[in-house]
């Protein structure tokens, strides 16, 4: 099983910025699809943002513009920078890792980190 730790988070105020990292296990990490996802509290998990193995990314809507998700290989590692932050961004922010690991597809979750966002 692929292991995911998250760290970055914290609390900043309306207009700041902060940067998330998810840290990976495994050997094959630049294969993997990592994916961003957000739960405010009383809500839905939501998708935030993808980074694919071959770079592609893709954002939701709420976020483009502000949000910029990146993956370093060399460090088993994804980002996400997360600028211009609005109170509606407050939540635990959480790391996903989508691959095969030989013949088994799996996907892996972090145990997330809390981002404040006050007014």
């Known amino acids: 099983q692929v292991q995911l730790v998250e760290s970055g988070g914290g609390l900043v105020q309306a207009g700041g910025s902060l940067r998330l990292s998810c840290a990976a296990s495994?050997?094959?990490?630049?294969?993997?699809?990592m994916n961003w996802y957000r739960q405010a509290p009383g809500k839905e998990r939501e998708f935030v943002a993808v980074i694919s193995w071959n770079g592609g990314t893709d954002y939701t809507d709420s976020v483009k513009g502000r949000f910029i998700i990146s993956r370093d290989n060399a460090k088993n590692t994804v980002y996400l920078q997360m600028n211009s932050l609005k109170p509606e961004d407050t939540a635990i922010y959480y790391c996903?890792?989508?691959?095969?690991?030989?013949?088994?597809?799996?996907?892996?979750w972090g145990q997330g980190t809390q981002v404040t966002v006050s007014s």
């Open positions: 996903n890792a989508e691959g095969r690991l030989g013949a088994t597809l799996f996907a892996s």
């Open positions: 495994g050997r094959t990490f630049s294969s993997y699809t």
